[in-house]
């Protein structure tokens, strides 16, 4: 399987502290990846020549480790067949297919941008492929000023997602509901905070990795895939549950092996696999 990772977007705990939590993504996910080709083939092998031999996927850069691993299994599930992966942010990629670049499915961290594609006729339909959470991050091991999601206007460096991407967008909802709270203040007090905009949660996350951030808002996701972050337990009642979608383009290359593929994402081979990296997926 073949990934463009450039523009990239669990379970298990350890506890850190108060509010804090050291996580990694579960071997365990890797190894269920891996033991779905003893799942059998959804609908048959595909035959010599045929359109489902390669399939090309764009997804959200916070996605990256999920639907590698799904790739990964669909792959052996249908020997010769060949997944490509791109990754980047929603609204990047949305612009591209609507530009022209070839896909044949497209997976959104925002229903709104692949609603805009169905809108223009571009993409032809949608489902639930996963929800998220948010998650507040901080740099691991160190004695910063963020110990509690009450403590974000005591931070120098707040990381978030700019505007126009969905981390950004669902970051500032997420402040929105924190007047009930945290009183008026809060909202303002904590974007004052902000010295960075990024394009793409990766990039948000890694400002916290590398050490240039106090704090910054990801997905529970992208959380628990790192090593080098804590996570600071964000309220129930001030969070948000991003809903995932994907789906099928109109002018897919390969229509078949698009329409199979967006089948196979409903089996619970591929429901076991959203889990393990830490998403809630549809009931049935």
């Known amino acids: 399987m073949n990934g463009d990772t450039s523009n990239p977007d669990g379970e298990g705990s350890e506890l850190a502290g108060p509010g804090r939590s050291r996580v990694g993504l579960p071997a365990r996910a890797l190894a269920l990846a891996l033991s779905m ?44 067949t060949r997944v ?17 670049a070839a896909a044949d499915a497209f997976a959104s961290a925002n229903e709104a941008h692949l609603t805009s594609l169905i809108s223009e006729g571009t ?37 978030i997602g700019s505007s126009a991407v969905p981390i950004g967008a669902y970051t500032r909802l997420l402040l929105d509901r924190t007047e009930v709270h945290f009183g008026p203040r809060f909202r303002q007090d ?44 964000i309220p129930p009642d001030v969070n948000v549950h991003p809903r995932y979608v994907i789906g099928g383009m109109t002018n897919a290359p390969s229509p078949r092996g698009r329409d199979a593929f967006l089948t196979w994402l409903q089996t619970a081979p ?15």
């Open 37 to 80: 080709g003893a799942c059998g083939p959804v609908g048959g092998e595909p035959g010599p020549g045929s359109d489902e031999a390669s399939i090309t996927v764009f997804a959200a850069s916070s996605l990256t480790e999920a639907m590698t691993a799904l790739g990964h299994a669909y792959e052996s599930s249908r020997p010769g």
């Open 84 to 100: 490509v992966l791109t990754f980047g942010g929603s609204q990047i990629l949305r612009l591209q297919i609507s530009q022209g």
């Open 123 to 159: 993409a032809q339909r949608s489902q639930v492929l996963a929800t998220n959470a948010l998650a507040l991050i901080v740099p691991r091991g160190l004695d910063g000023p963020v110990a509690s999601f009450e403590d974000l206007p005591r931070a120098q460096r707040i990381v």
């Open 190 to 233: 904590v974007l004052d905070r902000v010295v960075s905009e990024e394009s793409n949660v990766r990039l948000v996350r890694a400002k916290v990795e590398l050490g240039e951030a106090d704090a910054a808002f990801v997905y529970s996701t992208d959380a628990l895939a790192s090593d080098r972050s804590e996570i600071i337990t």
């Open 270 to 284: 591929a429901r076991d696999i959203l889990r393990a990296h830490g998403f809630s997926v549809p009931n049935g």
